[in-house]
Nanobody, 118 residues
Framework: QVPLVESGGGSVQAGGSLTLSCKAP???????????KGWYRQAPGKQRELVAR???????SYADFVKGRFTISRDNSRKTVTLQMNSLKPEDTAVYYC?????????WGQGTQVTVGQ
């Protein structure tokens, strides 16, 4: 397991923006670069769902419900993956988790709360 440190999150009004960051401080750069990276979220009473991910070929993909609003990016030198969230909606309210290495065998961040008011 790779320790992941999340930061960001908080409370905003609808239409606002937040930035989430996830760092893998104990991972060497080559390992960080060679693994899938993603952001997931879990709202109360719902299952965890994929929000965005960066594939092994370094391609970004997004869930339909965030396309055009969220942007995932990575900085290999800083071993950080970032989720920029714009035009936030109340339904984006959830705990957001970063993932390194895939859902089944990867590592997870501690989770950070995002709350979007009306």
């Amino acid at each position: 397991q790779v320790p992941l440190v999340e930061s960001g999150g908080g409370s905003v009004q609808a239409g606002g923006s937040l930035t989430l960051s996830c760092k893998a401080p104990r991972t060497i750069t080559s390992v960080f670069r060679a693994n899938v990276k993603g952001w997931y979220r879990q709202a109360p009473g719902k299952q965890r769902e994929l929000v965005a991910r960066i594939s092994l070929s370094d391609e970004a993909s997004y869930a339909d419900f965030v396309k055009g609003r969220f942007t995932i990016s990575r900085d290999n030198s800083r071993k950080t993956v970032t989720l920029q969230m714009n035009s936030l909606k109340p339904e984006d309210t959830a705990v957001y988790y970063c993932n390194f290495g895939g859902e089944e065998n990867g590592s997870w961040g501690q989770g950070t709360q995002v709350t979007v008011g009306q």
